[in-house]
């Protein structure tokens, strides 16, 4: 998360960056401004995993955004099934913090001794890689790659949480104008609403027809429209996915 004191602390152009974020209004624009940023701070080449609430960081999907990374990294990590293969990501969430690679790599052997000749060569391709976990609202949260120039960046510390800072401004940033992008294709009347409330709060279809005066058929047919307007098939991936978009909230 952003800290007020670092942000204070942050050179001219790191907060001329933070205080334009607000205006810029597309993935691609965002991450490529973050992405000149970083360079200036030694950041050599970023990745950075846009997926939906609640999914693994390198689910089907997930879309990777990179820069920087060689064209046959990118080919070999677009591939799903290669990437479902790459531990690193999600033992980084576990965790809650910035690590390297090797960090996380040692995590997943020690769990699982097996050898992965592949992540071998991609330590000895990138020695400075790290992961840095960002969070967002409603679950939304993701993973972001950077591969650092040389170890002096590495060792400074102030250097590396400026550039978790800035990007865990330009994920917050991203997450609200996807919620608003999904929030505007999805449109649950006032009953439909109630009944996903209801729903939330763990009422079944005959109580959720008795507190809102409604034939049990009613509430069904509403449910159907629920499930269909947010794409799911039953009540807990409709809870979790209005959740998501703030269609509801906990009370």
Known sequence: MLIESDIVEARPQQMAFLEGLPMLHSYP???????RLLMTMGVKMMAYHLVPPFH?????????ISFGF?????????????????PVPDIVMEQYSRMSWAEALKIC????PV?????????????????????????????CAIIMDNASNVTDMWNMVQIQNIMQAVHVRISHLTIAKDN?????????????????????????????????ATVDTYLRRIYEKLGVNNRIMASLRALSQNLIKLS
């Open 29 to 35: 624009d965002i991450l490529e401004s973050a992405y």
């Open 56 to 64: 693994s960081q390198i689910s089907k999907g997930a879309m990777i």
């Open 70 to 86: 060689p064209k046959q990294w990118v080919e070999y990590y677009a591939d799903p099934a290669a990437r479902a293969q790459d």
């Open 109 to 112: 052997r020690d769990k699982n």
């Open 115 to 143: 050898t992965d000749i592949r992540h071998a060569v991609e330590m000895a391709e990138f020695p400075y890689a790290f992961g840095l976990p960002l969070y967002g609202p409603g679950g939304r949260d993701a993973y």
């Open 184 to 216: 505007a294709a999805i449109k649950l009347s006032h009953r439909e609403t109630e009944v996903l409330n209801w729903i939330l709060g763990g009422k079944s279809r005959n109580d959720i027809a008795t507190i809102l005066g409604l034939a049990p």
